[in-house]
Nanobody
Framework: QVQLVESGGGLVQAGGSLRLSCAAS?????????MGWHRQAPGKPREMVATITSGDNRHYVDSVKGRFTISRDDATNTLYLQMSNLKPEDTAVYYC?????????WGRGTQVTVSS
């Protein structure tokens, strides 16, 4: 069973930065999955924020382009999300996802709150 554990969330003022981490219980280099960050704000559906493949192809939702950077460290089986110039609308629970066809795995989430 794949386990994903997120960390790094917290309370930050608008314009600030945070770095989220997601530790995977499997080797993400051995069987290349697609990994990503998703978020869910209160009363809203979960949305994809950023994804990264083993070939280092990265995709971002338009609202975070230029502010967020997704990266992965295959040596430590860790996924990162560097978030800069945070806005109140970035407030949400952020979830780590690992997709290894045909299964998709989720972490329990980490809360990010951006105050204005």
């Amino acid at each position: 069973q794949v386990q994903l554990v997120e960390s790094g969330g917290g309370l930050v003022q608008a314009g600030g930065s945070l770095r989220l981490s997601c530790a995977a219980s499997i080797s993400i280099a051995s069987i290349p999955p697609v990994m990503g960050w998703h978020r869910q704000a209160p009363g809203k559906p979960r949305e994809m924020v950023a994804t990264i493949t083993s070939g280092d192809n990265r995709h971002y939702v338009d609202s975070v382009k230029g502010r967020f950077t997704i990266s992965r460290d295959d040596a430590t089986n860790t996924l990162y999300l560097q978030m800069s110039n945070l806005k109140p609308e970035d407030t949400a629970v952020y979830y780590c996802n690992l997709y290894q066809a045909p299964k998709s795995y989720w972490g329990r989430g980490t809360q990010v709150t951006v105050s204005s």
